[in-house]
C-alpha cells in the first residue's frame, strides 16, 4: 500500500478537485461535488471521532495537572 504523503483541494467553476499524492511523486486527481466533499469530511470526522479517545488517551491523573 502506498503513503499519502500531501493533499490539496482547490476549486473549479462548479466543483472541486481533490489532489492525493502518493510517496514517489505520483498526483491522482478526482473532480468531486460540494456533496461528495461534505461525505468525505463528515466521514473522516466521524471516524476521529470514534478513534480519537484510543489514540489520545490520556491518563486521569495526568488530565487533572
Not at 467553476?13 to 499524492?21: C, G, I, K, S, T
Not at 510517496?23 to 473522516?44: H, K, N, R, V, Y
Amino acid at each position: 500500500m502506498r503513503q499519502l504523503t500531501k493533499f490539496a483541494i482547490s476549486v473549479r467553476e462548479e466543483d472541486f478537485v481533490l489532489h492525493l499524492e502518493a510517496d514517489g511523486g505520483e498526483t491522482i486527481e478526482f473532480a468531486t461535488s460540494p456533496e461528495q466533499l461534505d461525505a468525505i469530511i463528515d466521514a473522516l470526522d466521524e471516524l476521529l471521532s470514534e478513534v480519537e479517545e484510543d489514540v489520545f488517551e490520556v491518563e486521569d491523573d495526568q488530565a487533572s495537572h
